[in-house]
C-alpha cells in the first residue's frame, strides 16, 4: 500500500506519456516545439535586424526595472524568509522520497557537490570586477556611500557578498526543494509543472502547464546564454592578455563556437564520462588558484577580509534588502534587480541539479546546507579574490587603481601585481573555459529534461541540440550588443527572469501546501 498522501496521487498520468517521437528524438508536445520555435525565431530577428533587436532588448530591461524592479526585491527577500520558516517549522522534518529514505550520499560528497554547484563563470568574472566597481563608483555604490573610503571598501565587500550569498542560495532552495519533494515523493516527473500539480490539478498536464514549462525552458536558457556570454568575454579578454590577441567580438564567438563543441563532446560521453570528470577538473583548478591568492597574495589583509565582510553582510543585508526610498538607484537596479533576474533564471537549472543529488534529506537538512554551504564557500572566495584586489587599489598598485577599464580584465590585472601571473591567468582562462563547458552540459541536461516531459533516460541528441542553441543565443547577444555587450546579456536575463519572478512565488505557495499535507498524513 502506498504511503503517499491519496490527494497527491490522483492521478493516472503517466512520464512521458504526452511525448512524440521523431528523428530519432523523444521530445514533449507542444513544450520542445514551442520553446524552439520561439528561440528560433528570435535568434533570425536578432540576427535580420541586431540594431532593432539590441534596442528592444534595452527598453524591455528599462521597463522591467522601472516598473517591478519591486517585485524582483519582494520575490528575493519572500524566499529567503520563507526557507527559514520552513528550516524552523515541524514541515522541516519531512525527509525527501519518504520517510524511509535514506542519503545516497555522504555528507561530505553531499557538501562537495553543493560546493560545485555554488561555483560558476560568474564567480569568475566578477569577484575582482565587483569589489572594485563598487569601491570607484563604477556604476554606483551600495547605500551611496562615498567612493574610495574605508566605508566603500567595506560596502564592496558587503554589497558582493549580499548578491553571491543567502538570496540566491534561498531562490535555489525554493526550485530544488519543490522539484525533490514532488519528484520523490510524489512520483511526478521531474519537470516544473509537476511543482504546481496542489494549485492546478491535473490541469498541469495540460496548457497550463505546458505554459509554465515554455518558460522554465526560456528563463533557464537566457539566464545559461549570459553566463555563457561572460565567459566568452572573459576568456577572450584572458588569451588577448595573454597572447596579444585582439579580444574582439570575433574572438569571443571563437571562444563559444568552441566551447560549444567541447560541449556537445561532453554530453556525448553522458553524466559520468563528462560533467561529473569536468566538474571534480574544475574544483581541483579552482582550489588551487583560490590557495595561490591567498599565499601570494596579501594573506593578513584577506583573513581580515573575510571576518569584515561577513560581519558587513550581516548588518548591511536588510539595508541593501530593502527597496523603498532607496538613494542609490543607479546602484541597486543596475547591480541588485539584475542579479535577481539573473538567479531566477538560473533556478531551474540550479533547483534540478541540488534535487537530484539530495533524495533521503530532511527538509531542514537540504535547506540549511543550500543555505550555509556555498555562502560559506562563496564568502571564502569572494574574501580572497575581492581582499587582494582591494588590498592593490588602495595601496595604489596596478592598472585597477586608477578604476575599472574592461571588466573582462580585471581577474587578470590583479593576477598580474602578483607572483607566476602568466601562469595564474593561464590557468584562469583554462579554469572559465572549463566552466563554460559544464554550465553548457549541466544546463542542456535540466533543459532537456523539461522538454522531454520530466525523462531523464532520453536520446544524447536532444541534449547536443540544447547545447547548441545554448551557445548560438550567447553569441548573438554578444554580437547585437558589440561594445555594450553586457547591457544586452543583462537585457536577456531579465527580461526572462520577470515572468519567472512569479511561477516562483506561486511556487512557495504550492511546496506549503504539499509540504504540510504530507506532515498531516505521515509525521503529525
Given at each position: 500500500m502506498?504511503n503517499?498522501?491519496e490527494?497527491?496521487?490522483?492521478?493516472?498520468?503517466?512520464?512521458?506519456?504526452?511525448n512524440?517521437?521523431?528523428?530519432?528524438?523523444?521530445?514533449?508536445?507542444?513544450?520542445f516545439a514551442?520553446?524552439?520555435?520561439?528561440?528560433?525565431l528570435f535568434?533570425?530577428?536578432?540576427?535580420?535586424?541586431?540594431e532593432q533587436?539590441?534596442?528592444?532588448l534595452?527598453a524591455?530591461?528599462?521597463?522591467?526595472?522601472?516598473?517591478?524592479d519591486?517585485?524582483?526585491?519582494v520575490?528575493g527577500?519572500?524566499?529567503?524568509?520563507?526557507?527559514?520558516?520552513?528550516?524552523?517549522?515541524?514541515?522541516?522534518?519531512?525527509?525527501?522520497?519518504?520517510k524511509?529514505?535514506?542519503?545516497?550520499?555522504?555528507?561530505?560528497?553531499?557538501?562537495?557537490?553543493?560546493?560545485?554547484?555554488g561555483?560558476?563563470?560568474?564567480?569568475?568574472?566578477?569577484?575582482?570586477?565587483?569589489?572594485?566597481a563598487?569601491?570607484?563608483?563604477w556604476w554606483?555604490?551600495?547605500?551611496?556611500?562615498?567612493?574610495?573610503t574605508?566605508e566603500?571598501?567595506?560596502?564592496?565587500?558587503?554589497?558582493?557578498?549580499?548578491?553571491?550569498?543567502?538570496?540566491?542560495?534561498?531562490?535555489?532552495g525554493?526550485?530544488g526543494?519543490?522539484l525533490?519533494?514532488?519528484?520523490y515523493?510524489m512520483?511526478?516527473?521531474l519537470?516544473?509543472r509537476?511543482?504546481?500539480?496542489?494549485?492546478?490539478?491535473?490541469?498541469v498536464?495540460?496548457?497550463?502547464?505546458?505554459?509554465?514549462?515554455?518558460l522554465?525552458?526560456l528563463?533557464t536558457?537566457?539566464?545559461?546564454?549570459?553566463?555563457?556570454?561572460?565567459?566568452a568575454?572573459?576568456?577572450a579578454?584572458g588569451?588577448?592578455y595573454?597572447?596579444?590577441?585582439?579580444?574582439?567580438i570575433?574572438?569571443q564567438?571563437a571562444?563559444?563556437?568552441?566551447v560549444?563543441?567541447a560541449a556537445?563532446?561532453?554530453?556525448?560521453?553522458?553524466?559520468d564520462g563528462?560533467?561529473r570528470?569536468?566538474?571534480n577538473?574544475?574544483?581541483?583548478?579552482?582550489?588551487?588558484?583560490?590557495l595561490f591568492?591567498?599565499?601570494?597574495?596579501?594573506?593578513l589583509?584577506i583573513?581580515g577580509?573575510?571576518?569584515s565582510?561577513a560581519?558587513?553582510y550581516?548588518t548591511?543585508i536588510?539595508?541593501?534588502?530593502?527597496?523603498?526610498g532607496?538613494?542609490?538607484e543607479?546602484f541597486?537596479?543596475?547591480?541588485?534587480?539584475?542579479y535577481?533576474?539573473?538567479?531566477?533564471s538560473?533556478?531551474?537549472?540550479?533547483?534540478?541539479f541540488?534535487?537530484?543529488i539530495?533524495k533521503?534529506?530532511t527538509?531542514?537538512?537540504?535547506l540549511?546546507?543550500v543555505?550555509?554551504v556555498?555562502t560559506?564557500v562563496?564568502?571564502?572566495w569572494?574574501s580572497?579574490?575581492?581582499?587582494?584586489?582591494?588590498?592593490?587599489?588602495q595601496n595604489?598598485t596596478?592598472?585597477?587603481?586608477?578604476?575599472?577599464?574592461?571588466?573582462?580584465?580585471a581577474?587578470?590585472q590583479?593576477?598580474e601585481?602578483?607572483p607566476?601571473?602568466?601562469?595564474?591567468?593561464?590557468?584562469?582562462?583554462?579554469?572559465?573555459?572549463?566552466?563554460f563547458?559544464?554550465?553548457?552540459?549541466s544546463?542542456?541536461?535540466?533543459?532537456?529534461a523539461?522538454?522531454?516531459?520530466?525523462?531523464?533516460e532520453?536520446?544524447?541528441?536532444q541534449r547536443?541540440y540544447?547545447?547548441?542553441?545554448?551557445?548560438?543565443?550567447a553569441?548573438?547577444?554578444?554580437?547585437?550588443?558589440?561594445s555594450?555587450?553586457l547591457?544586452?546579456?543583462?537585457?536577456?536575463?531579465?527580461?526572462?527572469?520577470l515572468?519567472?519572478t512569479?511561477?516562483?512565488?506561486?511556487?512557495c505557495?504550492?511546496?506549503?501546501?504539499?509540504?504540510?499535507?504530507?506532515?498531516?498524513?505521515?509525521?503529525?
Amino acid at each position: 500500500m502506498s504511503n503517499k498522501p491519496e490527494k497527491f496521487v490522483d492521478t493516472d498520468y503517466e512520464i512521458g506519456q504526452d511525448n512524440v517521437k521523431i528523428l530519432g528524438m523523444d521530445i514533449h508536445n507542444p513544450v520542445f516545439a514551442t520553446a524552439s520555435l520561439f528561440i528560433l525565431l528570435f535568434l533570425m530577428w536578432t540576427l535580420i535586424v541586431p540594431e532593432q533587436a539590441n534596442t528592444v532588448l534595452g527598453a524591455a530591461k528599462q521597463g522591467a526595472i522601472d516598473h517591478f524592479d519591486w517585485l524582483f526585491m519582494v520575490g528575493g527577500n519572500l524566499f529567503v524568509l520563507f526557507t527559514l520558516f520552513l528550516i524552523a517549522s515541524p514541515m522541516g522534518k519531512i525527509r525527501l522520497g519518504g520517510k524511509e529514505a535514506s542519503p545516497e550520499f555522504s555528507t561530505l560528497s553531499w557538501f562537495s557537490m553543493l560546493f560545485a554547484a555554488g561555483m560558476g563563470i560568474g564567480l569568475m568574472f566578477w569577484s575582482v570586477a565587483e569589489p572594485v566597481a563598487y569601491f570607484t563608483d563604477w556604476w554606483g555604490t551600495p547605500l551611496g556611500v562615498e567612493a574610495r573610503t574605508e566605508e566603500a571598501a567595506a560596502m564592496a565587500m558587503g554589497a558582493t557578498m549580499f548578491h553571491w550569498g543567502v538570496h540566491p542560495w534561498a531562490i535555489y532552495g525554493v526550485v530544488g526543494l519543490a522539484l525533490a519533494f514532488f519528484y520523490y515523493n510524489m512520483k511526478l516527473p521531474l519537470t516544473i509543472r509537476s511543482v504546481f500539480y496542489p494549485v492546478f490539478g491535473d490541469l498541469v498536464w495540460g496548457r497550463v502547464g505546458d505554459v509554465i514549462d515554455i518558460l522554465a525552458v526560456l528563463a533557464t536558457i537566457f539566464g545559461l546564454a549570459t553566463s555563457l556570454g561572460l565567459g566568452a568575454q572573459q576568456a577572450a579578454a584572458g588569451l588577448g592578455y595573454l597572447f596579444g590577441i585582439e579580444a574582439g567580438i570575433n574572438v569571443q564567438i571563437a571562444v563559444i563556437v568552441g566551447v560549444t563543441l567541447a560541449a556537445i563532446f561532453s554530453v556525448l560521453r553522458g553524466v559520468d564520462g563528462g560533467v561529473r570528470i569536468l566538474s571534480n577538473l574544475n574544483m581541483s583548478a579552482a582550489t588551487v588558484l583560490l590557495l595561490f591568492v591567498l599565499i601570494a597574495g596579501p594573506t593578513l589583509a584577506i583573513i581580515g577580509t573575510l571576518f569584515s565582510t561577513a560581519g558587513t553582510y550581516a548588518t548591511e543585508i536588510w539595508s541593501l534588502s530593502n527597496w523603498i526610498g532607496r538613494e542609490d538607484e543607479k546602484f541597486y537596479s543596475g547591480w541588485t534587480v539584475f542579479y535577481w533576474a539573473w538567479w531566477i533564471s538560473w533556478s531551474p537549472f540550479v533547483g534540478m541539479f541540488i534535487a537530484r543529488i539530495s533524495k533521503g534529506r530532511t527538509v531542514r537538512e537540504f535547506l540549511t546546507a543550500v543555505l550555509i554551504v556555498p555562502t560559506l564557500v562563496t564568502l571564502v572566495w569572494m574574501s580572497t579574490f575581492g581582499g587582494s584586489v582591494l588590498d592593490q587599489v588602495q595601496n595604489g598598485t596596478g592598472v585597477l587603481a586608477g578604476g575599472i577599464d574592461k571588466v573582462e580584465l580585471a581577474m587578470f590585472q590583479m593576477l598580474e601585481n602578483l607572483p607566476l601571473a602568466e601562469i595564474t591567468s593561464l590557468l584562469a582562462v583554462l579554469l572559465v573555459l572549463v566552466f563554460f563547458v559544464t554550465s553548457s552540459d549541466s544546463g542542456s541536461l535540466v533543459i532537456d529534461a523539461i522538454t522531454a516531459g520530466g525523462k531523464t533516460e532520453v536520446p544524447s541528441t536532444q541534449r547536443v541540440y540544447w547545447a547548441v542553441l545554448e551557445g548560438m543565443i550567447a553569441g548573438v547577444l554578444l554580437f547585437i550588443g558589440g561594445s555594450e555587450a553586457l547591457n544586452a546579456l543583462q537585457a536577456g536575463a531579465i527580461s526572462t527572469g520577470l515572468p519567472f519572478t512569479l511561477v516562483l512565488i506561486v511556487m512557495c505557495y504550492s511546496v506549503w501546501k504539499g509540504l504540510r499535507h504530507e506532515y498531516n498524513a505521515l509525521y503529525k
